[in-house]
């Protein structure tokens, strides 16, 4: 039985099991054993967890604003197993936005933004731009009131940004302030128009990877070994199962011990006392709150362009320098700045 339905889809699919290994099977470099080098691996895992539980919820969710609470409450409350999968959501996109930010940082140290992988370091910037953006609409489909005052705040930062700001702050909102339509925008933002954008750009950053291969390091302890790569099948592969399956159970046991609650619902008519964003929004919203509205939009788009062309500075910087480590010393000062502004602004009130 098996046999003839096997020998079925042979004939119809002649592709045998040496040749996908064959294909799928590219040498590893030997660094890549070590876990932090891997990091890559795990926003990618993490997203396909989104998409799974995001599927989910859109089953229940309803997007406008007299809708939006009450269907987040039935799911929460209500829904079988549904205060499961929206705490895994939510602890997915914490967990993907820090590994994200994890893998960003291993690349930046190593330098593996260098010639030729400048092209694949902007597109990073974007995917982690991306990432950010479905973590923003994400918070404020729940229509409570940090979602409502939190896209009521960040429009009228966008609103602060000289020529386009006002253009931002209308496509952000559907119009000149929060209205029914807004909550529409960010679900389709959030759950079609920017997931699409991040596969798309996903297939180029792991296409480029594919076609330049991955920065070459030799560590001290394997100066000696014989060869100099792995097998990606089954070695890697089981490496990242393990990564896996290590993620499920970790993302099972937050879900489960912290699960995701509900504020109070929105009311455009009462400010809270305190407008905090997702964590990590904290930095950039400490940014904007040290400096004066429009130089401290202007500086913070100004770090970010900074960001997106750095292996430019960095290969400018060494050549003026004739060094080959300032861009650690400057990413020292970098990591300070930011765990420094968002633990300001984590223990702070206002
Ligand atoms: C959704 C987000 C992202 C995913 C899923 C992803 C995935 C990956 C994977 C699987 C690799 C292979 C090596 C490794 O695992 O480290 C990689 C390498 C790389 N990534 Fe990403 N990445 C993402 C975001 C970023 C960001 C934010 C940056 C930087 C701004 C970036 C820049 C790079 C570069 C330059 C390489 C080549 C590294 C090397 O040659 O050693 N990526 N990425």
Redesign the pocket.
Known sequence: MFQSLTGWFQERLPVSGEQISELTNEPVPNH?RRWW?????T??YL?VVQIATGILLAFYYQPSPETAYESVRRITEEVNYGWYFRSVHKWGATL?IAA?IL??M???F?A??RKP?EI??M???C??LC?LLIGFTGYSLVFEQLSYWGATVAANISDMIPVVGGLGKRMLLAGDSYNENTVPRFYILHAAVLPVL?ILM?IV??AL?RI????DFEFEDEKDSETKTFNFFPDHMLTELIVGLVLMVLLSALATVVPATMGPRANPLMTPEVIKPEWFFYATFRWLKLFSGVFAVISMGFIVFI?FIWPFIDAWLRRITGREDVHVWIGIVGVFALVGLTTWEAVVAH
């Open positions: 890549l080098f891997c990091l890559g691996g926003p990618a997203f993907m994200v893998h960003q291993r690349v930046y190593t593996a933004y992988r694949n370091w597109i990073g910037i995917l982690l990432t991040l996903l950053h792991i990877i330049q291969g991955v920065t960001m």
